[in-house]
């Protein structure tokens, strides 16, 4: 057992003094130092590139068999979001941001009513209260901007203020308004000719018959002044603009 000991003595210093960690790696590192690889090519972006990018966002977005529709004189901003069963009828508009998901039910969006900004309309497949899931709104009808609609029914010349919140079965008879950050509850029903406010709304007064004048009026100039902006924005790309400087700056015949 000694003489085995003395011989492991012997040896393993010899066999650990013939290999040092790390030499071979450094030698390599010194080899590519002496030869370092060739600089990658710099690529420099030419002049004539487009630079605009095509990628849009898909405006009505068909799902099975139903796809959105979209009367001729109806405005729809190029952001919003029309997905399923949904109709904009003629002299309606929707602004931007807005997102209309007709994926489970109906959404209407009648004559000369307006959808403001970043406004979500939804509809569920059923309504818990019996009443109709889709979602209906008449004519003569402005839609304040961030409010969230979900399978309820709002009747001609009505006002909903901005942030307020229409949950399923919900119903705004005609000439009514809704102050901005109401909620409505599942259900609920907002009689003709009064002025609801708060969470959950309750009634405040009613109109007067001056107010309930004033009501179509609020949405014709909305909708005149999307005439505007209907005038700024063509039924094609103007993508093809670029398409022809490129060709022309490569001499291709336009």
Not at 23 to 28: G, H, I, K, M, P
Not at 29 to 57: F, T
Not at 179 to 193: D, L
């Amino acid at each position: 057992m000694a003489t085995i000991t003395r011989l492991c003595r012997r040896i393993l210093p010899r066999a650990q003094s013939t290999w040092v960690p790390g030499r071979d790696f450094s030698a390599e590192a010194a080899q590519a130092a002496e030869n370092p690889a060739p600089p990658a090519p710099l690529i420099r972006e030419s002049p004539d590139r487009v630079k605009w990018d095509y990628r849009g966002q898909r405006q009505a977005i068909p799902l099975g068999q139903w796809a959105p529709k979209i009367a001729v004189d109806a405005y729809v901003a190029p952001n919003v979001v029309l997905a399923g069963q949904v109709v904009v009828w003629d002299g309606a508009s929707v602004w931007p941001g807005a997102v209309l998901r007709g994926d489970l039910n109906k959404i209407s969006v009648g004559f000369c009513s307006n959808v403001q900004e970043r406004c979500v309309v939804h509809a569920a497949w059923s309504s818990p209260t019996g009443l109709p899931a889709e979602t209906l709104i008449e004519r003569f009808v402005t839609i304040g901007a961030y409010s969230l609609l979900r399978s309820c029914t709002i009747e001609p010349e009505c006002i909903i203020g901005q942030h307020s919140i229409l949950m399923e079965g919900s119903l705004v008879e005609t000439h009514s308004i809704l102050e901005a950050g109401s909620v409505v509850p599942p259900g609920r029903r907002i009689p003709s000719g009064e002025l609801w406010a708060g969470n959950p709304a309750k009634f405040v007064r009613a109109l007067t018959h001056e107010e309930t004048l004033e009501i179509p009026k609020l949405a014709v100039a909305i909708n005149d002044l999307s005439r505007s902006y209907c005038s700024e924005f063509l039924p094609y790309s103007t993508a093809y603009l670029e398409v022809e400087k490129l060709k022309k700056s490569l001499g291709i015949s336009i």
